[in-house]
């Protein structure tokens, strides 16, 4: 279990079926709410997001969190802006 939000930096995040969507850099905190956002993963899977763009994944979208993070919801394939 984390004890602290400085501790999701560097874990490995995995889609619901098991495939690599990237490694956790930062938390997002919505500070007004005193509420996590979501989950930034710098560089993604280019093979679930396209070439491997920056992506914010929500904490609603999140099943667990200990040694790896796994989502229980995420696309099949993340387009770009403007694709």
Do not use: C, T
């Not at 279990?1 to 560097?10: C, V």
């Not at 969190?65 to 403007?82: H, Q, R, W």
């Amino acid at each position: 279990m984390l004890e602290n939000a400085s501790e999701i930096r560097g874990l490995e995040v995995y889609g619901p079926d098991g495939v690599f969507i990237g490694v956790a850099d930062e938390l997002i905190l919505d500070i007004l709410k005193m509420r996590v956002h979501g989950i930034f993963v710098q560089e993604a899977n280019p093979a679930r997001v396209e070439e491997g763009l920056s992506i914010s994944i929500p904490m609603r979208w999140v099943r667990s969190v200990g040694d790896i993070i796994i989502l229980n919801s995420f696309p099949g394939y993340v387009a770009g802006p403007g694709s």
